[in-house]
């Protein structure tokens, strides 16, 4: 799954000047964990009449729900098969501020439909935006079997088809998309489409793309024949076009090295001319390059030998590189072989000559257990030993890998297409897939399965589902959560990224100060206010959006309410605070309270943000007087502002009696928490002359004014009481 990455460097380097994506593959290494991972999940060619869906599979090791899958979206039509899927907008759309990575596409391999979800309302909970349907793809271009997705700078998207409606492969080429994913035509010029399609990528500063061969549709939706190679039925060419022109410039014939030539990836670095193909059946890495003459050529990089088996349908078995992706840095390559059952890790340092870091076996076809047994030249048959995870044994062979921003998590699915699962992994339909995370020693290489992760999909609500391809949200979610610590409050930034870390000006990008880490929460009242999170999604908000007059707000059960804090594409947040939200100078409390956020939690500015907040709040802002009210539970910002290391009461007297009953409630209903006199106003009667920590008691109660139903043992909680 090719990140993408490409530098943008024509429309400067100041980091909130730039639209999705980040402005190196290097600077995407440095960003934050994933935590969420969307998953296809086949239900097509199982026998179970129900839609194919996207999942959503938590991957946070410090989320109690992690390794599950906490969402399920169903598309509207049976028979799909959902396959590869890409974003409306990524790295290459850098330089524009416009663009927001909001919107999955997801194609339908068999139904030929194309599904666009919006990940940005709710990233744990997509919904379903648009489906463009396969008669308007046809009639408009002749377009059918639909595969890879891929964002272009134009703000089209791009998909390969595999061939025509009647599933021949001379009928396949390239469908452009608009930014409205309406069907604009083909991308290649007419004559130039090539002899087979699968998957594709372009490298802008050699305009160049180049696309990979799978076969006709008409054959490997059948299954695997392999009649159907010697009849020309599957591919062994790589097809290179100048980009973004869309003619056919050269036709590279990989032989018989190169049979079913299928993922495809450049390298990273986009002054680099070079990358690899990853070839099934000949089970072998080709390196391609620009020479010279600035035509294209391909070496041989890595093979893997077939395996001399008994048990199985021929005599000799091959690995079946169905997948393989490049780390960021382009260090190192990882591929998978679907029936041996094993997943590589080569350090591609040199590109002429990878070297092998890692192995690790998680399936396959001849692992113990299996009838299939392998034979070596003394004629002694072996297995390899496969792992259990969690007292599962692992069905199948890796499929699809996906690797995590820093290069140390790799998940695998091992789902290929129904057809051909039931035809090599039978128990795989049946039982359903499972997924995998693998852990990387990045430094000296090395594989290693994490026993900690294990998805089944075995126990999917609809039945065994089949998973594919995997993709990290496409908006960074900055979730600020106010936990308490040895009694203080520090905020917290938790992200979800993506394969391609798609942010859009957000407070991650733009401020090196916020903190990653989740911090440990100890205590009940962390622990309800932790309830409350809001994910607060960037890119929503372009420029030309006003901050004052108008709030974005979510709530979560009418229980709180949190503005979201969105930052605008400037280069310096600071200077657009100070400077362009000149509303704030007027005493709009929206802007008091957002430049109080920014410097408080952002800007290590306490006391300035501080007093932002409380101007704000003394206007009458919710949000300003709950934040108040938090930060004051903490001695940390009662000690710098006026000295005080008492309760709440006695710190936040000018707000204890502002905040609205429900959340008054939540604090002062916690046990050993009480009102005491530094809580009134001056002209407020108190027991004993209102010396200070002197509590009520039932001797004393407040005058008749306050509401006789609130009684000491509640909301004026006695110290005695305890």
Not at 98 to 118: C, H, N, V
Not at 240 to 250: H, I
Not at 438 to 461: H, R
Request: with cysteine; proline share 7%.
């Amino acid at each position: 799954m090719a990140t993408g990455t490409e530098v943008v460097s024509a429309h400067g380097h100041g980091c909130c000047k730039k639209g999705p994506g980040y402005a190196s593959p290097l600077e995407a290494m440095s960003g934050p964990r994933e935590s969420l991972i969307y998953v296809t999940c086949v239900y097509a060619g199982t026998g179970i009449e129900k839609p194919d869906y996207l999942a959503t599979v938590d991957v946070d090791p410090n989320s109690p729900n992690y390794s599950k899958v906490i969402h399920r979206l169903p598309m509207p039509n049976l028979g799909d098969e959902l396959h590869h899927s890409g974003w409306n907008s990524c790295s290459s759309c850098h330089g524009d501020p416009s663009a927001a990575r909001r919107y999955l596409i997801l194609p339908s391999l068999i139904s030929g439909r194309i599904y666009a979800i919006d990940t940005l309302k709710d990233p744990r909970a997509p919904s379903l935006h648009k489906v463009v349907e396969p008669a308007d793809i046809v009639n408009k271009t002749g377009l059918a079997y639909p595969h890879t997705s891929h964002c272009l700078a134009s703000g089209d998207v791009m998909v390969s088809c595999l061939g025509d409606k009647d599933g021949k492969a001379e009928g396949n080429g390239f469908l452009l998309l608009d930014s409205e994913f309406n069907v604009k035509g083909r991308w290649e010029k007419p004559g130039h489409s090539p002899t087979f399609g699968y998957d594709f990528w372009y490298q802008p500063r050699h305009n160049t793309m180049i696309s990979s061969s799978w076969g006709a549709p008409a054959a490997f939706t059948k299954g695997f024949n392999p009649q159907h190679v010697s009849d020309g039925l599957y591919g062994r060419h790589l097809h290179v076009y100048s980009w973004p022109n869309g003619e056919l410039k050269q036709t590279l014939d990989l032989g018989s090295t190169g049979l079913l030539p299928l993922e495809i990836r450049f390298l990273h670095n986009p002054s680099k001319d070079t990358g690899f193909v990853g070839c099934a059946l000949t089970s072998n890495m080709v390196r391609f390059f620009k020479t010279p003459d600035e035509s294209w050529s391909h070496e041989l990089a890595v093979s893997v030998k077939p395996l001399k088996v008994k048990n199985w349908i021929l005599p000799e078995m091959p690995g079946l590189i169905t997948d393989f992706l490049l780390s960021l840095d382009d260090r190192f390559l990882y591929f998978v072989n679907w029936l041996h059952g094993d997943v590589r890790q080569y350090n591609i340092e040199d590109p002429k000559n990878p070297v092998l870091k890692g192995q690790v076996w998680v399936g396959g076809l001849i692992q113990k257990g299996s009838p299939v047994v392998a034979e070596g030249e003394d004629g002694k048959t072996w297995q390899y030993d496969v792992p259990e995870i969690q007292g599962h044994r692992l069905r199948g062979g890796p499929q699809m890998i996906q690797l995590s921003l820093d290069g140390k998590r790799l998940y695998v699915t091992n789902s290929l297409f129904s057809t051909w699962d039931r035809q090599f992994y039978p128990e795989v339909v049946e039982k359903g897939s499972h997924m995998l995370q693998i852990d990387v020693d990045t430094e000296k290489g090395g594989l290693a399965i994490n026993p900690k992760y294990f998805v089944d999909f075995a126990s999917e609500p609809d039945g065994p589902s089949l998973a594919h391809e995997m993709r990290y949200p496409g908006a960074f979610l900055l979730v600020l959560v106010l936990v308490e610590l040895s009694s203080q409050f520090r905020v917290a930034a938790m992200q979800a990224s993506t394969e391609q870390v798609q942010y859009s000006g957000s407070m991650v990008e733009c401020s090196d100060e916020m903190a990653e880490e989740e911090l440990s929460m100890e205590s009940e009242t962390s622990r309800r206010i932790v309830r409350a999170v809001k994910y607060i999604t960037p890119g929503v908000l372009r420029s030309d959006s006003a901050f004052c007059g108008k709030e974005y707000t979510f709530s979560d059960d009418s229980t709180w309410k949190m503005t979201a804090i969105y930052f605008s594409n400037e280069s310096n947040l600071g200077h657009y605070f100070l400077n362009t939200l000149l509303c704030k100078e007027n005493g709009n409390p929206e802007a008091l309270f957002r430049q109080g956020m920014f410097e408080f939690f952002s800007s290590k500015k306490p006391e300035s943000g501080f007093q932002h907040l409380e101007k704000a709040a003394k206007k009458g802002h919710v949000e300003a007087i709950h934040t108040c009210g938090i930060i004051l539970l903490g001695d940390k910002v009662a000690s710098k502002t006026n000295g005080c290391n008492g309760s709440i009461a006695e710190c936040g007297e000018e707000y204890e009696f502002l905040m609205p009953s429900h959340v008054s409630k939540r604090y002062l209903e916690e046990k050993r928490k009480y009102i005491s006199p530094g809580a009134l106003k001056p002209d407020q009667p108190v027991c004993n002359g209102g010396a200070s920590g002197q509590s009520y008691s039932s001797s004393c109660l407040p005058p008749p004014s306050n509401s006789p139903s609130r009684g000491c043992s509640k909301y004026y909680r006695c110290r005695s009481d305890d």
